[in-house]
């Protein structure tokens, strides 16, 4: 499997886990498990704000994650993927994995600029299907 195939396996377990992290946050609310388990019609009080984080984190991955996968397939499907596709993709999953964690913590300025970085591994790859 190609670097670039490799990086959209990674990201989408990353997807994947961060369900856990802002799980954790909610189970700590009380009667979050009540609520995990029930039909979540009211919002849950008293869950911490690096939870509440956490989840718009795993959101803002989620939004970005369809446009980046169909980058990468259609990269590789044309026979354009190469190193600067592998680059691209690598830089697209080290800037989410640094973006949650950076969202997580709070650090918003910070936030901004790895969101941006991910962004440029995704133009990378859009710049050689053209």
């Known amino acids: 499997m190609t670097t670039d195939l490799w990086m959209m396996v990674w990201t989408s377990v990353l997807c994947l886990l961060m369900t856990s992290v802002y799980g954790a946050g909610r189970m700590q609310a009380a009667g979050g498990m009540r609520w995990a388990f029930g039909n979540r019609?009211?919002?849950?009080?008293?869950?911490p704000a690096w939870a509440e984080r956490a989840y718009r984190a795993h959101l803002n991955l989620v939004e970005n994650l369809a446009p980046f996968?169909?980058?990468?397939?259609?990269?590789?499907?044309s026979?354009?993927?190469?190193?600067?596709?592998?680059?691209?993709?690598?830089?697209?999953?080290?800037?989410r994995v640094a973006h949650a964690a950076v969202y997580?913590?709070?650090?918003?300025?910070?936030?901004?600029?790895?969101?941006?970085?991910?962004?440029?591994?995704?133009i990378m790859i859009l710049t050689q299907l053209f």
């Open 41 to 47: 019609d009211a919002p849950l009080a008293g869950v």
């Open 79 to 95: 026979g354009r993927a190469n190193g600067t596709t592998a680059l691209g993709a690598t830089i697209f999953f080290w800037g």
């Open 69 to 77: 996968i169909a980058l990468v397939l259609a990269a590789h499907v």
């Open 104 to 122: 997580v913590s709070g650090i918003v300025y910070l936030r901004t600029v790895v969101f941006f970085v991910a962004l440029v591994g995704e």
